[in-house]
C-alpha cells in the first residue's frame, strides 16, 4: 500500500515524461531472399558429384542361403585365434543390428562400424544381419551382401557364423584389426619384459 505522499512524490517525479511511441525493437522477420553467398554455396553444391569413400562393393554378388556358414580368415591369423573365435570364446565387444536394412543402407552401416572399431579399439564384434529364412526364393540377401563386404575391408582379420546362442547362421562374428594406438600400446607393454 502506498500512501498518499507517496503517490504524490512519484506523479511529481514523472511529470513532463512522455510514452515512446516507436518501438524499440530490431527486425527479426526472415528475408525470402537469397543472397549471393547462399546461392554461390547452392551451385557449387550441385556441381560436385557426391564422392562414395566406401569401398564395399555394391555389385551382384553370390547368393547364399539361410543355413550357409560364413566362415574366413585373412593369411597370418592363428589357427588358435580364429578357433576361439568361431567358438564365441572372445567377449563381443560391439554390435551391429542389420535386420529391415536394405542393402545401400547395411553397406553404409556396416563401413561406418568397421572404421568405428578400429577407432575405439574393438576387437570383437558381432553382426547380426539375418537368415532371409521369409524371404520367398531362399536368399539370404544381407548374409550374401556381408560375405563379400567383409574381406573387401583391410580392418577386418576374419568372420566366422555366430554360435547359436548369439544369432547361429543369423549372425557372424568379426575379428577387428588393432588400431595403430593398441599397436603402440601392446610393443611398449611387451618391451619392457
Given at each position: 500500500?502506498?500512501?498518499?505522499?507517496?503517490?504524490?512524490?512519484?506523479?511529481?517525479?514523472?511529470?513532463?515524461?512522455?510514452?515512446?511511441?516507436?518501438?524499440?525493437?530490431?527486425?527479426?522477420?526472415?528475408?525470402?531472399?537469397?543472397?549471393?553467398?547462399?546461392?554461390?554455396?547452392?551451385?557449387?553444391?550441385?556441381?560436385?558429384?557426391?564422392?562414395?569413400?566406401?569401398?564395399?562393393?555394391?555389385?551382384?554378388?553370390?547368393?547364399?542361403?539361410?543355413?550357409?556358414?560364413?566362415?574366413?580368415?585373412?593369411?597370418?591369423?592363428?589357427?588358435?585365434?580364429?578357433?576361439?573365435?568361431?567358438?564365441?570364446?572372445?567377449?563381443?565387444?560391439?554390435?551391429?543390428?542389420?535386420?529391415?536394412?536394405?542393402?545401400?543402407?547395411?553397406?553404409?552401416?556396416?563401413?561406418?562400424?568397421?572404421?568405428?572399431?578400429?577407432?575405439?579399439?574393438?576387437?570383437?564384434?558381432?553382426?547380426?544381419?539375418?537368415?532371409?529364412?521369409?524371404?520367398?526364393?531362399?536368399?539370404?540377401?544381407?548374409k550374401s551382401y556381408l560375405a563379400k563386404w567383409l574381406p573387401e575391408l583391410d580392418e577386418v582379420l576374419a568372420f566366422h557364423?555366430?554360435?547359436?546362442?548369439?544369432?547361429g547362421t543369423g549372425a557372424v562374428y568379426v575379428m577387428v584389426r588393432k588400431?595403430?594406438?593398441?599397436?603402440?600400446?601392446?610393443?611398449?607393454?611387451?618391451?619392457?619384459?
Amino acid at each position: 500500500m502506498t500512501t498518499k505522499e507517496e503517490r504524490m512524490t512519484f506523479l511529481q517525479e514523472m511529470e513532463g515524461v512522455r510514452k515512446i511511441r516507436k518501438t524499440n525493437r530490431a527486425d527479426v522477420r526472415k528475408t525470402t531472399e537469397l543472397t549471393p553467398g547462399h546461392l554461390e554455396r547452392q551451385r557449387s553444391a550441385q556441381a560436385q558429384p557426391l564422392v562414395d569413400r566406401n569401398p564395399l562393393t555394391a555389385d551382384v554378388v553370390e547368393q547364399l542361403t539361410s543355413h550357409d556358414v560364413l566362415s574366413w580368415q585373412r593369411p597370418g591369423v592363428q589357427h588358435g585365434v580364429f578357433r576361439k573365435l568361431r567358438l564365441g570364446q572372445y567377449p563381443i565387444e560391439a554390435r551391429l543390428d542389420l535386420h529391415r536394412m536394405t542393402v545401400e543402407d547395411a553397406r553404409r552401416e556396416v563401413y561406418r562400424f568397421i572404421r568405428d572399431c578400429v577407432y575405439y579399439g574393438v576387437r570383437s564384434a558381432l553382426i547380426l544381419h539375418g537368415k532371409g529364412e521369409r524371404n520367398p526364393d531362399g536368399i539370404a540377401q544381407l548374409k550374401s551382401y556381408l560375405a563379400k563386404w567383409l574381406p573387401e575391408l583391410d580392418e577386418v582379420l576374419a568372420f566366422h557364423s555366430a554360435q547359436r546362442h548369439h544369432g547361429g547362421t543369423g549372425a557372424v562374428y568379426v575379428m577387428v584389426r588393432k588400431s595403430e594406438r593398441q599397436k603402440s600400446e601392446s610393443r611398449e607393454r611387451n618391451t619392457g619384459r
